[in-house]
């Protein structure tokens, strides 16, 4: 059984990098994709990115300039830093499998989700 | 870039079915899927592929998608369904994408 955990702070400061990391358990992570995810209060779903184990990142076009995602096989990690944010990336980030076939896609399992709150 | 449009809310009796839709351009020509969130908790995968469930997933949920509309339909809905139903799908020039989100209400 496939399992995620984020961890990271839940308070980052405006103009500051947040750094979130998943691990993964139940699966190699050299495997699949793996995406984050974020969801701002009482709000809608939004992709960030996803990465596959060999490093290739494909990010959201809205946060490409400001989100970097990375992969450590070693450690069956991948991490999520956002730069430069502000009041409006206060969110619940999750970390998901993301499944693709193509054109067929889907997230599962999904972490429980950490909120980070930007605030000075 | 590619946009997927849910009602805000839809409500249901107890037992009845409720449809909950959700369209795109020429939608029918990818593949969706749709995840069912209740209050405090992670998204949970419901439908993929348009209409396979997931194991574990009771068979009153259904999926199609069709034309420019894909619908989540559950059958003999009960009150434990009551929850936030997003639908997504991949689009090669926006990559993924979630629609906004529909509140099912089991009144």
């Known amino acids: 059984q496939v399992q995620l955990q984020e961890s990271g702070p839940g308070l980052v400061k405006p103009s500051e990098t947040l750094s979130l990391t998943c691990t993964v358990s139940g699966a190699s992570i050299s495997s699949y994709y793996w995406s984050w995810i974020r969801q701002p209060p009482g709000k809608g779903l939004e992709w960030i990115g996803y990465?596959?184990?060999?490093?290739?990142?494909y990010y959201n076009a809205s946060l490409k300039s400001r989100v970097t995602i990375s992969v450590d096989t070693s450690k069956n990690q991948f991490s999520l830093k956002l730069s430069s944010v502000t009041a409006a990336d206060t969110a619940v980030y999750y970390c998901a499998r993301w499944v693709e076939s193509g054109a067929l896609t889907w997230f599962d399992p999904w972490g429980q989700g950490t909120l980070v709150t930007v605030s000075s | 870039s590619y946009e997927l449009t849910q009602p805000p809310s839809v409500s249901v009796s107890p037992g009845q079915t409720a449809s909950i839709t959700c369209s795109g351009h020429k939608l029918g020509d990818k593949y969706g899927c749709w995840y069912q969130q209740k209050p405090g908790q992670s998204p949970v995968l419901v439908i993929y592929d348009n209409n396979k469930r997931p194991s574990g997933i009771p068979e009153r949920f259904s999926g199609s998608n069709s034309g420019n509309t894909a619908t989540l339909t559950i059958s003999g809905t009960q009150a434990m369904d009551e929850a936030d139903y997003y639908c997504?799908?991949?689009?090669?020039?926006?990559?993924?994408?979630f629609g906004g989100g529909t509140k099912l209400t089991v009144l």
């Open positions: 997504q799908a991949w689009d090669s020039s926006t990559d993924v994408v």
């Open positions: 990465i596959y184990y060999s490093g290739n990142t």
